[in-house]
Structure formats: structure tokens, C-alpha cells
């Protein structure tokens, strides 16, 4: 069953819980990539890619961003032509709606819709005021148009001002002695040399943690939280990393040999040296940002 609503996490903080439906027109226009974060709790967070939920908006941004000018016209062209009108349309119907993350205006203190409402409020204004002039039969008709506008104004500025809820994730410290367990929070810890094969370590939190030359053969990583994470020398034979969150990690001489990777995010990460001997990498998001084909196996197609 898909996630009803869905929080994001950008580099100014935690918005949401927004539709499925607003976070796949964000991906299709690129407002979201696929290695961008999002949560159905604000608690565990998965990467756009690893959610599984968006495949159809990540395919047509794909479309879209493959599209060249020119050239006979085949089916794929006119499916990308497709995709890309759907983003204009899209893009246009959404101009005066901000994107994650806007904030208002900075001179008048109002925000976009807002300050966009004020804007139609005064051409309809300004075209009933041209159109009482020609003809003066239509001034009083006129002017029940402005008071109902300016009656809807009023009611929209109301609801403008209440305060937006404020997110804040639910999160414990990091406790480098807790035992290995799904969703353990070993964030910047130092585990090097550890033995946790076959561990339940799915939704953990390793952000940024030292587990070079570390046994996690077998162990279940799935939506684990790797990135930035030193992983130098790790055995991962079979693993599983099934949507897990590896950018910017260092797999320098890793041995993945059979590991499972579907839909993870290596983006960033350092793979010189790594052994993918059967590693299953079914859209992947590889370490140059591009979506590895499904059934990729031992090497990103």
C-alpha cells in the first residue's frame, strides 16, 4: 500500500507531510531527485529512488531530461515530447505555488500565493474600472465583482496568517554501545574491525561511521543510513542494501560479491578497488547520478 503522506528533507530542514501526488510532480520537475530524502514518519528516511513509490515520476523526468531537438520522429521521442509537455503544464500551472523550502516574500513579509492573489485582485480591478468607463451600465455589476473579490481576499489573508506546524524529527542521540539491532543509532561511531555478519542492522543510522575492514557479510542493511560512512576493506559478501543511503561513502576495496543494492543511492561514494561479482543493482542511483537499468547485475547498465 503506498504511503498516504510523505515529509522531506532538504538543507533547510523538514517540510511536509505533503501527497504522493505533490512529491511526484516535484520529481517530474526536478525539484526532487532521486537521491533526495523523504520519510513517511520524519523518523526513518529513504531516498526518492529507494521509496519505490515514485518509479512513474522518475521515469519521466528521465524522458524529459533525455530529450534532444531534432532528428525523425520515432515513438520514444513522442513519448519524451509527451513527458515534457506534461512538465510545462505542470511547471506553468504551478508558477504561484512555492516550491519545498520558499519562504515569504523578504520586502512585503507576504507569501508568493498571497502576494500572487493580490496581483489578480488588482487586474480585476483595473479591467471591471476600463470596462465601467465604455460602458457605465456595468457599474454596479462592477462593483459586486470587486466586493466579492475583495470579500474572498480577506478570507484567503485569514488563513494565510495562521502558523504553519513546525517538524521536528524524532531522533536519539547516537549510542556507539548499543548493541547491533534494526534502526540502532550508531551515527559517527567507531566500529572498525567489528564481526556483525548475518546482524539486523535495517533502518540503522551510520551516518559518517568508521566500520572499515568490518565483517557485514549477510547482514540485512536495507534503508540503512550510510552516507558518508567508511566502509574501507568491508567484507559485504551477500548483503542486503536494498534502498540503503551510501552517498558519499568510501567502499575503497569492499568486497560486494552478491550483494543486494536495488534501488540504494551510491552517489558520491568511492568504489575504486570494490568486487560486484553478482551484485544485483536493479535502479540503483550509481555514484555519477544516473539510474543503474533494471536487472543490472555485477555492473550499472
Known amino acids: 500500500m503506498n504511503q498516504s503522506l510523505w515529509y522531506i528533507r532538504s538543507a533547510t530542514g523538514v517540510q511536509g507531510p505533503f501527497p504522493p501526488g505533490q512529491i511526484a510532480q516535484y520529481v517530474e520537475l526536478g ?20 521509496s519505490g513509490q515514485f518509479d512513474e515520476a522518475l521515469e519521466i523526468r528521465a524522458q524529459a531530461q533525455a530529450s534532444q531537438p531534432g532528428g525523425a520522429a520515432t515513438h520514444g521521442d513522442w513519448a519524451r515530447e509527451r513527458a515534457l509537455a506534461r512538465l510545462r503544464w505542470a511547471d506553468e500551472r504551478g508558477t504561484a505555488e512555492p516550491a519545498p523550502g520558499d519562504r515569504p516574500d523578504a520586502r512585503s513579509g507576504e507569501s508568493v500565493a498571497l502576494l500572487s492573489l493580490r496581483h489578480d485582485h488588482a487586474l480585476t480591478q483595473s479591467q471591471t474600472l ?52 534494526a534502526y540502532v543509532n550508531w551515527q559517527g561511531c567507531d566500529k572498525r574491525g567489528a564481526t556483525l555478519r548475518g546482524r539486523d542492522l535495517k533502518g540503522a ?53 552478491g550483494a543486494i543494492l536495488d534501488y540504494a543511492t551510491l552517489s558520491g561514494a568511492q568504489v575504486s578497488g570494490v568486487r560486484w561479482a553478482d551484485a544485483r543493482l536493479s535502479k540503483t542511483v550509481w555514484v555519477d547520478g544516473r539510474a543503474c537499468a533494471p536487472g543490472s547485475l555485477g555492473q550499472c547498465r
Request: one cysteine or more; aromatic letters at 4%; hydrophobic letters at 45%.
Open 31 to 50: 525539484r526532487l531527485t532521486a537521491a533526495d530524502m523523504i520519510s513517511p514518519d520524519g523518523v526513518h528516511w529513504v531516498s526518492v529512488a529507494g
Open 130 to 181: 476600463e470596462a465601467v468607463h465604455r460602458h457605465p451600465a456595468y457599474r454596479y455589476a462592477g462593483l459586486a465583482v470587486g466586493v466579492l473579490a475583495a470579500v474572498a481576499l480577506a478570507l484567503w489573508y485569514g488563513q494565510s496568517r495562521q502558523p504553519e506546524p513546525t517538524v521536528v524529527p524524532l531522533m536519539a542521540a547516537p549510542d556507539c554501545t548499543a548493541a547491533p539491532a
Open 205 to 257: 543510522r551510520l551516518v559518517g561511521a568508521r566500520l572499515d575492514s568490518t565483517d557485514l557479510s549477510q547482514t540485512d542493511l536495507g534503508y540503512a543510513d550510510l552516507r558518508r560512512a567508511s566502509l574501507r576493506g568491508s567484507s559485504l559478501r551477500g548483503a542486503r542494501l536494498v534502498g540503503a543511503d551510501l552517498t558519499g561513502a568510501d567502499l575503497t576495496g569492499a568486497d560486494l560479491t
